[in-house]
């Protein structure tokens, strides 16, 4: 069982900066994809930034340009830097990991660090 261990998160005035890290233990398995999700409350989990193995990046129009998503491979831990953070940048952050083996696939959370914008 793979574990995801995300720190980072706090409490930060609009316009700082926050860097999230999430630690995924050491497995056989093959990284896919790695990817941050946050959700507020009533709201579905949305995507914010992904990483495939190739390193192509993706992120929503909402956050382009101030969070970049980055892979640590020494530590084995992916990172969010988040700058100009905005008040509806408020939400638990999650980090979501996609690997496989031969046979199967496998979709991997931890278990969110909560990050606030203040105004």
């Known amino acids: 069982q793979v574990q995801l261990v995300e720190s980072g998160g706090g409490l930060v005035q609009a316009g700082g900066s926050l860097r999230l890290s999430c630690s995924i233990s050491r497995s056989s398995l093959t990284i896919n994809t790695m990817a941050w999700h946050r959700q507020t409350p009533g709201k579905q989990r949305e995507l914010v930034a992904q990483m495939t193995a190739d390193g192509t990046t993706t992120y929503p129009d909402s956050v382009r340009g101030r969070f970049s998503i980055s892979r640590d491979n020494a530590k084995n831990t992916v990172l969010l830097q988040m700058n100009s953070l905005r008040p509806e940048d408020t939400a638990v952050y999650y980090c979501?990991?996609?690997?496989?083996?031969?046979?199967?696939?496998?979709?991997?959370w931890g278990q969110g660090t909560q990050v606030t914008v203040s105004s």
């Open positions: 979501r990991v996609m690997m496989h083996d031969r046979d199967s696939q496998y979709g991997f």
